[in-house]
């Protein structure tokens, strides 16, 4: 797709999704789904930017330059395997967090949710997708400066998939950001060895994580890129940061495993978070049932730093 002068190429944008009255009247949130001409990843890169009431009221006009800009923390929203970007909306969940503004148990800020494919949201073995480095290096820099964004108040969240994204980035780049928070995370207690086997008998989703970290998985790539070694490595600052994160009991995958596992470490290291293991499974009733809570406490978090 020719890239112009422009590095973004729209291509819709979904307007009044909601409007509520309240005592300023009515108000409007919306959701802006682009795409950003990655030169990372040599290919456009689709996304949704989900907009507070009264966004568009901090923007200067052309004849109003002196106006002075609103700024907001984001929030940044990572998906799970076999969705995209938009998952918020097709879900449901950002009903639900409309909900909850409307309600005022959140603040005011700004969502921003990538594509991420089946990346797992990490440079790939072979080199062929560096979407860390998309990520780090080139999305969240377009994000902030096409959005008014709070820099000093950033959030990272993600479901399953986008769970373990999220707490390997927050992990690995601490200082970037003040809250994460993980629902289902795809925290998998399973040795590398083990997962090998898995993966060479096709079973579940351990057949999908050769393209990402190797076939056979490379064990020092695997580690590089482990949430629990991150935590471990990076603890100091990982301390600073606000977590949360929660899992179904019955998880089909055994990410229950993996959550509990990821508690007692932090626990052990004395690092401050806040853990949850609910009834429920690996679905999509399970992610709304506790989306809520996973967003409110992103918003105490921008609260505090502000």
């Given at each position: ?82 969705d995209n970007e938009q998952s918020l909306v097709n879900s449901g969940g ?36 560096p979407y860390s480095d998309f990520f780090i290096r080139e999305f969240m ?92 490595k990076n603890r100091a600052l990982i301390a600073k940061l606000k977590i ?63």
């Amino acid at each position: 797709m020719p890239i112009a002068h422009n590095r973004f190429t729209r291509i819709v944008v979904l307007v009044l999704l909601a409007a509520w009255p309240n005592a300023d009247g009515w108000t409007q949130s919306r959701v802006e789904c682009s795409a950003l001409n990655s030169t990372y990843l040599k290919a456009p890169v689709r996304y949704c930017a989900f907009l507070p009431p009264h966004y568009d009221d901090s923007t200067p006009a052309k004849n109003h330059s002196s106006r002075i800009i609103r700024r907001y923390p984001v929030l940044y929203y990572l998906h799970g395997l076999g969705d995209n970007e938009q998952s918020l909306v097709n879900s449901g969940g950002w009903n639900l967090i409309q909900d909850l503004h409307e309600q005022h148990k959140i603040g005011d800020f700004i969502i921003a949710a990538p594509e991420g494919d089946r990346t797992f949201y990490v440079n790939s073995r072979d080199g062929r997708t560096p979407y860390s480095d998309f990520f780090i290096r080139e999305f969240m820099p377009a994000m902030e400066h096409r959005y008014h964004v709070l820099k000093s108040s950033r959030g990272i969240m993600g479901i399953s998939m986008g769970g373990y994204g999220a707490l390997r980035f927050a992990f690995a780049y601490p200082g970037l950001f003040t809250s994460v928070s993980a629902q289902s995370a795809a925290l998998m207690p399973e040795s590398p060895k083990d997962l090998n086997v898995a993966m060479n008998s096709g079973l579940g989703q351990a057949a999908l994580l050769g393209d990402v970290f190797g076939n056979p998985i490379d064990l020092a790539f695997w580690r590089q890129n482990s949430p629990f070694v991150l935590a471990r490595k990076n603890r100091a600052l990982i301390a600073k940061l606000k977590i949360y994160f929660d899992c179904g009991a019955e998880d089909e995958y055994g990410f229950d495993r993996g959550a509990s596992a990821l508690h007692k470490q932090l626990v052990a290291e004395k690092i401050k978070h806040e853990f949850h293991l609910y009834p429920g499974g690996h679905n999509l009733v399970f992610f709304l049932q506790h989306l809520g809570e996973s967003v409110e406490f992103h918003s105490r978090a921008f609260d505090e730093a502000r």
